[in-house]
């Protein structure tokens, strides 16, 4: 373990903490790892849908450990390599383990001795969960807030997110994940349901700068944003390309805003699942304006626009947008 590493992180997560009202702790994390083609593991910082690398450590005879000076508890990511999506892992103070498994995704590895990880899984055992609920039950967990800022902020209203902000302990209301969620409400004021769909300008799959207006007043279009790295958006394509064969020819059209990182594998999964409609996009993943302009948070997202440049619904998915489109006189 690189001991300037360390010492830096602390610098820089001391500043941060002391305005978030966290506590810096020494990490005793353990692990085993089931294979034997990768001699690292990398600890990563979960920040705003991205992992930044903190250390890394030897796998020796199968196993690694870490005991880094970190924010405690928190969420961090376990990887055996740089270019994989790491395991979502929630640290606090006491031993913890993990046995790590790269198949799958890391879908096989099993972390024991957190009390928060243990809380995480709880929430997600229980498919009828009430979010409300559980914050209420857990307002110093910063489970409550993760689940908010990452799997509800898009499911919720401005008012539903501000209520169950209102339920977390002071300490969990100043880290960055609510302030993002504050951010969000501040967007929505100008992208809910009856506002005026704000223009933008972006680039085309021929390299051609064009406008959202430019698609508006012909008749209804979705503004769908997707991925093709995107698992659950590629499994979606099939329901808009449905909608958009059944409904095109009465006016309907599709503007797909892709969170791709580059431009082969954009075109790729456009011709693989034969999405004949708009594209546009600015290859820059999670950095997208137009993303940040609508406060998308998750994909797949959409919204429904009027001849008037109206948004009159928003995440139709699967038969919705379909059942929405037949209602419209």
Not at 40 to 57: G, M, N, P, T
Not at 94 to 103: K, R, T
Not at 152 to 178: F, G, M, P, T
Not at 282 to 292: P, Q, T
Request: glycine share 6%; aromatic share 10%; net charge negative.
């Amino acid at each position: 373990m690189n001991r300037k590493v360390i010492l830096t992180l602390v610098i820089v997560a001391g500043e941060v903490l002391v305005a978030n009202a966290q506590k810096i702790s020494t990490l005793k994390l353990s692990g085993t790892l089931a294979s034997n083609q990768h001699q690292k593991v990398y600890l990563q910082k979960y920040i705003d849908r991205y992992y930044e690398v903190i250390d890394s450590a030897e796998v020796e005879n199968g196993k690694f450990s870490f005991s880094n000076q970190v924010a405690l508890p928190e969420i961090y990511g376990l990887s055996v390599s740089l270019k994989d999506t790491p395991l979502l892992v929630f640290l606090d103070e006491g031993n913890i383990h993990v046995d790590l498994n790269p198949a799958r995704g890391y879908q096989e590895s099993k972390i024991t001795g957190s009390a928060t990880h243990d809380l995480y899984l709880e929430f997600h055992d229980n498919r009828d969960r009430n979010l409300t609920t559980f914050i209420q039950q857990h307002p110093n967990s910063i489970v409550s807030l993760y689940v908010l800022y990452r799997e509800y902020v898009s499911r919720l209203s401005s008012a539903e997110i501000k209520q169950n902000i209102s339920l977390l302990d002071a300490h969990l209301q100043q880290l960055s994940y609510a302030d993002i969620l504050r951010q969000v409400i501040e967007t929505r004021k100008v992208t809910d349901i009856g506002q005026q769909a704000p223009d933008f300008s972006i680039t085309d799959v021929d390299g051609k700068t064009v406008k959202l207006s430019d698609y508006i007043g012909q008749g209804y279009l979705l503004l769908d944003f997707w991925a093709s790295w995107c698992g659950p958006c590629r499994k979606e394509n099939p329901n808009v390309v449905e909608a958009y064969n059944k409904y095109h020819d009465q006016g309907f059209d599709v503007l797909a805003v892709s969170l791709d990182k580059t431009k082969a594998a954009w075109l790729r999964g456009i011709e693989e699942d034969g999405l004949k409609y708009h594209h546009v996009s600015e290859l820059k993943y999670w950095n997208s304006d137009v993303a940040r302009l609508y406060g998308i948070r998750s994909i797949p997202s959409n919204l429904l626009i009027n001849r008037e440049g109206k948004i009159i619904a928003k995440n139709l998915r699967g038969n919705e947008l379909q059942e929405f489109l037949s209602q419209i006189p």
